[in-house]
């Protein structure tokens, strides 16, 4: 059975948008997967802090909300790629504007943060 949208999230686009990409793993994984197609130890090498069951239940999520494409290709080892789907590719100026607010920030971030660990 298909999960339904949050119903008390309908008043929020926001909202909206993070129940598709929110979590502490899921955008990092679309950034990754903005300018190419990756197999899972791939996007695993980049993404150095994620288990490997956080970063499959990540990837299941994503496929199941139509952001992500997982194609598995018949051979030995296995091989599995994780590519954006149109859908998915649709959240790309968020993802960019994230990656710029982020570089422009980060600065102020750990000032602001080291400022109050030392109070």
């Known amino acids: 059975m298909a999960r339904e949208v949050r119903p008390d999230w309908h008043y929020c686009e926001v909202a909206t948008t993070l129940e598709v ?10 950034f990754h997967l903005m300018d190419s197609t990756q197999r899972f130890g791939e996007l695993r090498r980049k993404l150095p802090g994620v288990t490997q069951r956080m970063l499959t239940l990540q990837l299941r999520e994503l496929e199941r909300d139509g952001v992500v494409k997982r194609a598995v290709y ?20 968020v993802l960019i504007a994230m990656r710029d607010w982020g570089r422009a920030q980060r600065a102020t971030l750990v000032a602001t943060r080291e400022s109050q660990e030392a109070a």
Do not use: D
Request: glycine share 10%; hydrophobic share 40%.
């Open 21 to 30: 990409i929110g979590g502490r793993w899921k955008a990092v994984i679309l």
């Open 74 to 93: 018949p051979q030995v080892p296995p091989k599995v790629e994780y590519s954006l789907t149109p859908f998915g590719r649709s959240l790309i100026p």
